[in-house]
């Protein structure tokens, strides 16, 4: 059984921080390619920040320079630092993991408003 795991999402104001965790179980993680996607309201999912095993990292052009993804195999754990929080990150967040397939969580929502 494979599962992933997100929390760390809730309601934060314009140019706030918010730390997302995915602890997942059920695949072999050190080896994995991880990566985070979100899906605003009323659009279609869109990848977000990719990790791979060797720690090389993959932004979207509009999270460049304010999201950093990381992870920690020793806790198979992936975590993305999302900084200077605009409304237009408001969105449902899934976790993602790509061997042998994709694998998703259940998505934690981040809202960003005043």
């Known amino acids: 059984q494979v599962q992933l795991v997100e929390s760390g999402g809730g309601l934060v104001q314009p140019g706030g921080s918010l730390r997302l965790t995915c602890t997942a179980s059920?695949?072999?993680?050190?080896?994995?390619?991880m990566a985070w996607y979100r899906q605003p309201p009323g659009k279609e999912r869109e990848l977000v920040a990719l990790?791979?095993?060797?720690?090389?990292?993959k932004y979207a052009d509009s999270v460049k320079g304010r999201f950093t993804i990381s992870r920690d195999n020793a806790k198979n754990s992936v975590y993305l630092q999302m900084n200077s929080l605009k409304p237009e990150d408001t969105a449902v967040y899934y976790c993602n993991a790509r061997i042998p397939f994709h694998y998703w969580g259940q998505g934690t929502q981040v809202t960003v408003s005043s």
């Open positions: 059920g695949i072999i993680f050190n080896t994995n390619v």
């Open positions: 990790i791979n095993s060797g720690g090389i990292v």
